[in-house]
Every structure is written in structure tokens, then in C-alpha cells.
């Protein structure tokens, strides 16, 4: 029961905005998005996350749709680097906050 | 430390042996976390801490694994009579507090591999 849906995988020119969808249409309203990427073997490293309003910190933005059943992170301009799985999180409130991770999206960025 | 360091990075063991693994969290914070990711991108929540005290245990095997976060020590997660299927990375995580707005920081995991 992963809560979110991601696409497998995506491909991104370097430089360019990469967009990375997420549907969470049983989210709840107590519910945060959270986003993490993991490069190559790595532990997951945090991105960013919200709970309604759109955020942005010096990696990323999130939008999250006004109903809640959706969000997108935008690396604004994509490197190399960037490449990586990016992992959608439904953060769960009430039971231990564990996250419940899905299957995450597979960034390749493109020289 | 600023970072939530796990040892070792890697672990062979045979199958039926005991492995143990151990979790540093980040200085300060009250909620450790542990995960298992057996496939390459598939996470399961095995246990949580709240300080020395387990917060959530839904996701732990109700054999051969056990976990403790004791004062002053790293916090463990040990396997008895190990498995193949045991075979996984097993990562750590820590948070400053439980509640939902706080990001859990991850260690670098340990890999289990069992043979």
C-alpha cells in the first residue's frame, strides 16, 4: 500500500526544467508530501515536502495540486547530477510517521 | 554527528547465522527508523524509536528480528537464524521529532547479504 503513483522512469535535457508527477489521491488532510531522491546505492536524500501551499528551497520546488491528489517537483535547471530515482512519500501522521515509499520515478539526465 | 552513520557498510553472513547491524542517529534527535530495501527500489518499514522506546513495531517480522536503541549506545537490529531472503539493504533513519512536518535523514544503509 504505497499511497502514491510515479511514472517508472523519465528523461530530462541537461539544463532544463525536470517535472516529476505524483498522484496521491487517498491522501489525507493531516497527510505531508515528502520527496527524496536516491542516487545509485546511496541512503535517500530529502528533497523537500508540504502539506498544502507550494514550497521551494534552494534544491526544488513543489507543487501540490489544490485538492491534494497530486504534486509535481521541479528541478529548475537539471544537471548531471541530477540523476538519480526520485521517490513520491505520503508521510502517515498517525501511526509512527514511518514513510510509505513507492516504486519512485528513474531520472536520466541527458548531456 | 551531523550525519546518521550505519556500520558496517557491508555484511556477508551465512544462512542460520546471527547478523547485527548498528545505527548512529544524528546528535539530538528523539525518532530512529529502520527500513529494509530488498528490491532496487522497494522500501519496507520495519521499526520505529522514540528515544530507547519503541514508537511503531508494525513492520517487523514477528521472528528472528529484533531491534534496541538504548542510551548512549547506536541503536541495532538484529537477525537471528538469517535467511536468503534476508538478503537486503537496510537502512537507518533519524528525525529531531515524530510529528509529520519533520524530514527523516538517512544513513547510507548497510547491505545484508546472506549465502
Known amino acids: 500500500d504505497a499511497k502514491t503513483t510515479q511514472p517508472p522512469s523519465m528523461d530530462c535535457a541537461e539544463g532544463r526544467a525536470a517535472n516529476l508527477p505524483c498522484n496521491h489521491s487517498?491522501?489525507?488532510?493531516?497527510?505531508?508530501v515528502y520527496w527524496y531522491r536516491q542516487i545509485h546505492s546511496q541512503g535517500p536524500q530529502y528533497i523537500i515536502h508540504g502539506l498544502k501551499n507550494n514550497e521551494t528551497n534552494e534544491m526544488a520546488s513543489l507543487i501540490i495540486t489544490e485538492d491534494r491528489k497530486s504534486s509535481t517537483l521541479i528541478l529548475p535547471h537539471a544537471t548531471l547530477r541530477d540523476t538519480a530515482v526520485y521517490y513520491c512519500?505520503?508521510?502517515?501522521?498517525?501511526?509512527?510517521?514511518?514513510?510509505?515509499f513507492g516504486t519512485g520515478t528513474s531520472l536520466t539526465v541527458i548531456p | 554527528g551531523e550525519e546518521v552513520a550505519q556500520t558496517p557498510k557491508h555484511l556477508v553472513r551465512g544462512e542460520g547465522q546471527k547478523a547485527k547491524l548498528y545505527c548512529a542517529p544524528i546528535k539530538g534527535h528523539s525518532y530512529v527508523f529502520w527500513y529494509q530495501q530488498v528490491l532496487k527500489n522497494e522500501f519496507k518499514f520495519l521499526i520505529s524509536?522514540?528515544?530507547?522506546?519503541?514508537?511503531?513495531e508494525t513492520g517487523m517480522p514477528k521472528e528472528r528480528f529484533s531491534a534496541k536503541c538504548l542510551p548512549n549506545s547506536p541503536c541495532s537490529l538484529e537477525i537471528q537464524a538469517t535467511k536468503l531472503e534476508d538478503s537486503a539493504v537496510y537502512f537507518c533513519?533519524?528525525?529531531?521529532?515524530?510529528?509529520?512536518?519533520?524530514?527523516?535523514?538517512f544513513g547510507d544503509g548497510t547491505r545484508l547479504s546472506i549465502l
Open positions: 533513519a533519524s528525525s529531531q521529532l515524530g510529528q509529520g512536518n519533520q524530514p527523516q535523514h
Open positions: 524509536f522514540q528515544n530507547e522506546n519503541v514508537f511503531d
Open positions: 487517498t491522501i489525507s488532510g493531516n497527510e505531508y
Open positions: 512519500i505520503v508521510r502517515v501522521v498517525n501511526t509512527g510517521n514511518q514513510f510509505y
